[in-house]
């Protein structure tokens, strides 16, 4: 397979607004570059509410940025400054010439070579990396800053990544950090006023999505938004939306949640950040009881001891020996199993090898970040696996609280169970018995807070305005905007779908490889590639690990693994079949087909961007329907037929099996099964003219078959 682009089918409205559909081919790994353009997009006014360290030890500062600031800073750094006067004279320059930071310094008048190195980080001017040699800077690019007097900018990705924006737990409420990985400018589009019954307000597009008590819905969803003709914006809906939160020791539904945990109300006070009678009066308050003895009984036993049913005559007990008696067995806190020679040999061990253990882990505890008192843990028990008692892989770092917690609670097979199945260490305590304590205190604000429903007061039609929209990190891909909870039309094959086989022959035959090889260097983008013997060996070392996935694959295969796990082994080294429709491209050409864009994604946008440039759109009537993949004589069939055939065929992508004519009754069979189970976005690539050339949903001009399919049935709370 090779980078392809063409036109399913062309279509232009009475009141000419061009819709097009695309089908288009490129490297899986990319395909996140192609996803991040989104339709649903907020106002270049909304405010974005980060948590910054304060002067005050411990403590955080609130810091709001509008979203449209945030982009500037993403994209282009700082506010530009001038120059200082530092440099004396260019002219001695040679713009063809790459000098040495020291060569450079001499000729510009700077009393170091310390002062390029400044410069090199802070305006971004590119180093040449040569391999044994010092970086260079061409001469072209230092004159082109030395003339841009008042345009110098210091870069702030990396600051502004590390900056934590508020974001919500979806599964406690609770409010928490987030990190960006990138700002998107989505154009100008049709924006509306949300406004609260507290007053809140909130500017963003129709199909932008809100969580609401129903769950995440579209704004147009959520509250029946309609457009008329004249701007007049109607709903029929009032939801309630989740806004940014109270404090969380004050909410009823979090207090009883911490409490069937089995949490006692001082740690709950502890978590929380506040005193335990504020604690107790809350309870008191919302007529809670303060404990749940089954649930602390569950938080103890979690799973049953390895050790339980055995005896050891050394068991020796500390304490009170009469509680020792009272508690036996598996009961008693002191249940450990006793202590072998052969253990305090490998207790000895594993002390000689910790600090590496934690050094290997940047010395942090791998389940909660913290830095203090670390412990050398054994993934796999010593008591479940002794062969590994003395593997140094098997050893992990763990703070003194999470290892106590972990054996208090009996968890360290549930452990091993998480990691094998591929999980995150940090994800683990999210996983077991609800809220956790052992989360970093610097994983969220000052004191707790959760989320809050607020009903809708009113939408109003802004106009057109310019949007933006950010994509951050999981596990929950929310952002607190203007104080509202909001989330991150397009259909694509999927690795699921298709036999391991196949893929397996593809990767093997045509396997997706990168169109360049970029040298290194801090940023996004690559200043420079690497080339001749370099970049061949590059190509060697990814087509070698595209041989190893393949035997691991074979042998996931072998082993009868269904082919939604083993497949994921595959796609760094897949091509990709996607289609799309559309009416807005000119944003999308201008982010994707710039030369800073990652080289393939810029090769799969200029393909596409030239295929719509040499198509001619066909004129479509009031009440015609856009429908792809339909055969020239199947449009002699009825409309409703038609209209089916094409959204399935459309959700066909999924399997690489949409080309080629197949058999109608089986399409109408699946367009049923997408219906049924709210699959409903091959249904937004079928569309029909509008009465103008206003907005309805994503499409300008078109209304797509999706909004008469919701209008039939009630949509449930997420997106279809």
Request: proline share 5%; aromatic share 10%.
């Amino acid at each position: 397979m090779a980078y392809s682009a063409r036109v399913l089918l062309d279509s232009v409205s009475p009141v000419g607004v061009r819709l097009t559909t695309l089908e288009v081919t490129f490297p899986r790994f990319v395909l996140a570059e192609f996803n991040t353009h989104r339709s649903f997009c907020l106002d270049a006014e909304t405010k974005l509410y980060f948590d910054l360290p304060s002067k005050r030890k411990g403590k955080t500062r609130r810091f709001a940025m509008t979203i449209a600031e945030l982009f500037e800073k993403w994209h282009h750094g700082a506010t530009p400054r001038a120059n200082r006067g530092k440099v004396k004279s260019a002219s001695k320059i040679d713009p063809d010439r790459a000098y040495t930071a020291e060569e450079l310094a001499h000729l510009a008048g700077y009393a170091g070579y310390s002062g390029i190195d400044l410069l090199t980080r802070r305006v971004g001017i590119p180093r040449i990396l040569r391999h044994g040699e010092r970086y260079r800077v061409r001469g072209a690019d230092f004159i082109a800053w030395h003339k841009a007097a008042g345009l110098n900018r210091q870069p702030l990705r990396w600051r502004v990544a590390a900056m934590k924006l508020r974001s919500c737990n979806e599964e406690s409420g609770e409010i928490y950090h987030t990190s960006i990985r990138d700002v998107v400018f989505s154009g100008h589009k049709p924006v509306f006023r949300v406004t609260l019954t507290n007053g809140q307000k909130i500017l963003s597009t129709m199909d932008h999505q809100f969580l609401t008590r129903s769950g995440w819905q579209r704004l147009e969803d959520a509250v029946g938004l309609r457009l008329s003709p004249g701007n007049v914006a109607s709903w029929k809906n009032t939801p309630e939306f989740a806004v940014n939160g109270i404090a969380a020791y004050r909410d009823a539904q979090w207090l009883a949640g911490l409490r069937d945990a089995g949490l006692s109300a001082v740690q709950i006070a502890a978590y929380a950040g506040v005193t335990l009678d504020q604690i107790k009066y809350q309870f008191r308050k919302h007529g809670l009881r303060s404990t749940n003895p089954e649930a602390v009984w569950h938080l103890s036993h979690v799973e049953e001891p390895w050790n339980k049913g055995r005896r050891y005559s050394n068991l020796t007990t500390r304490g009170r020996p009469s509680k020792a008696r009272v508690r036996r067995g598996s009961e008693s806190h002191l249940w450990r199993g006793g202590i072998t020679p052969q253990r305090k040999l490998i207790g000895a061990w594993t002390v000689q090898h910790a600090f590496s253990t934690h050094r290997a882990n940047g010395f942090k505890c791998v389940l909660c970040s913290s830095t203090r008192e670390l412990h050398a843990h054994y993934v796999d028990p010593v008591a479940h696996n002794a062969e590994r008692a003395v593997d140094p892989t098997n050893l992990t770092s763990l703070c003194k609280a999470c290892h106590r917690d972990l054996h208090r609670r009996n968890l360290e097979l549930l452990l091993l169970d998480h990691v094998q199945k591929g999980e995150s260490f940090a994800s683990f305590w999210d996983t077991v018995g609800g809220l956790s304590l052992r989360k970093p205190w610097a994983a969220r604000p000052k004191w707790a807070m959760v989320r809050h429903f607020v009903a809708l007061a009113c939408v109003e039609y802004v106009g057109v305005r310019a949007t933006y929209d950010l994509e951050v990190e999981g596990p929950y891909h929310n952002f607190i905007a203007d104080g509202f909870v909001v989330h991150n039309s397009r259909n694509s094959a999927s690795s699921r779908a298709v036999p391991t086989a196949k893929l397996i022959e593809r990767v093997e035959s045509e396997p997706a490889v990168p169109l360049e090889w970029g040298r290194n260097k801090a940023g996004m983008s690559a200043s420079e590639v690497l080339r001749g013997d370099e970049a061949e060996q590059a190509r060697r070392v990814w087509l070698s690990a595209r041989d190893a996935a393949v035997v691991h694959a074979r042998a996931l295969l072998d082993l009868h693994v269904h082919k939604q796990e083993l497949n994921r082994l595959l796609e760094p080294f897949l091509w990709h079949t996607v289609i799309v429709t559309a009416t807005e491209w000119e944003n999308f050409f201008e982010l994707r087909c710039a030369p800073n864009a990652q080289p393939e994604i810029r090769a799969a946008a200029l393909a596409m961007r030239a295929a719509i440039a040499a198509s001619t759109p066909t004129l479509l009537e009031y009440e015609a329907w856009h429908t792809p993949l339909l055969q020239h004589d199947e449009y002699e069939l009825d409309i409703e037929t038609r209209l089916r055939i094409s959204a399935a065929r459309c959700a066909r992508v999924s399997y690489l099996t949409h080309e080629g004519r197949r058999e109608i009754e089986k399409d109408l069979d699946l367009y049923e099964r997408l219906k049924v189970d709210r699959h409903l976005s091959p249904f937004e690539h079928v569309a029909t003219p509008a009465p103008d050339d206003a907005f309805y949903a994503n499409f300008r001009g078109w209304v797509q078959m999706r909004r008469e399919i919701e209008a039939e049935v009630p949509s449930p709370a997420g997106p279809g």
